[in-house]
């Protein structure tokens, strides 16, 4: 599933496309749209000001407040590629012409993502809680939001009304990162351990977008090109396999329904 680092990445491979006009859109499944405040043909004809990314969500500013927004579900998918080459991919629901000979295309095979066409991003944005790569995401803030909470750390970093973007695989690689298990009840740990939480989920973010993602699966970037950050994870996707720090088998458990892969040795 992409997680920041993945829509991240796809916002930086898209954002050139700024300045561009939007001159042909084909919506092949309409009930991928979550919620319309206009016509998706409106977009037609106006200038792609921004592109952008909220927690896993992709957010192109068109002219005139259209803010036409993404989410990639599981297996989602959003790039660029000239207008001249056939499009070649199965399951593509939005189709963008644009006036630079370059199109941007989204698809879902699974389809648990979603379009968003509204006048203003707020009220979908405003369940968000912090950007953990902003300066507002603070060992402090981290501190306030475990305290008295009886939660395994690993669900509350998953919950993205207090922190937005971090899924499944980063939070297995920043709880390793921190050397803190996941089921640790998120109030009980100490401010120490707080602060190395905070700086170890900053570290693996910060690093996927370096390696362009994680392409466990379904992600491709916005180019339509496998991330490597798969070749540096620890502990997600590797289990049974010797931890890269001391050797032992990396363990697997389920966790609020998730598949939580740590090392027995490493993390306390
Ligand atoms: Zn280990």
């Known amino acids: 599933m992409p997680e920041l680092p993945e829509?991240?990445?796809i916002c930086r491979n898209i954002a050139v496309c700024t300045g561009a006009r939007l001159i042909d859109v084909d919506l092949r499944r309409p009930d991928m749209i979550r919620q319309a405040?206009?016509?998706?043909?409106?977009?037609i004809g106006l200038d792609l000001c921004a592109v952008r990314r909220r927690g896993k969500y992709l957010h192109l500013c068109w002219?005139?407040?259209?803010?036409?927004?993404?989410?990639l579900g599981?297996?989602?998918?959003?790039?660029?590629?000239?207008r001249a080459l056939a499009?070649?991919?199965?399951?593509?629901?939005?189709v963008m012409d644009l006036d630079t000979e370059e199109r941007l295309l989204y698809l879902?095979?699974?389809?648990f993502g979603g379009i968003w066409l509204l006048s203003s991003p707020g009220q979908l944005f405003a369940r968000l809680g912090v950007e953990p790569l902003?300066?507002?995401?603070t060992a402090e803030y981290l501190q306030h939001v475990c305290r008295k909470r009886k939660t395994a750390i690993k669900n509350l970093l998953l919950n993205q009304q207090l922190i937005a973007g971090i899924g499944n695989?980063?939070?297995?690689e920043a709880l390793f990162g921190a050397g803190l298990r996941p089921d640790r009840p998120a109030g009980e740990l100490s401010g120490q351990e707080i602060g190395r939480l905070q700086a170890a989920i900053v570290e693996v973010l910060r690093r996927s977008i370096e390696n362009h993602g994680t392409s466990f699966r379904d992600y491709r970037d916005g180019l339509n090109q496998q991330g490597e950050n798969q070749f540096y994870l620890a502990v997600y996707g590797r289990e049974g396999k010797a931890c890269r720090c001391c050797g032992q088998d990396i363990n697997k458990m389920v966790l609020g329904g998730r598949g939580t892969h740590y090392c027995p040795q490493c993390q306390v």
């Open 7 to 9: 829509v991240e990445t």
């Open 37 to 43: 405040d206009y016509d998706v043909h409106d977009l």
């Open 63 to 71: 002219e005139d407040d259209h803010h036409l927004i993404f989410h």
């Open 74 to 82: 599981m297996s989602g998918r959003f790039y660029k590629q000239e």
């Open 87 to 94: 499009i070649t991919e199965d399951h593509v629901h939005l």
């Open 108 to 111: 879902d095979p699974r389809r």
């Open 134 to 137: 902003s300066e507002d995401f």
């Open 169 to 172: 695989i980063y939070a297995d």
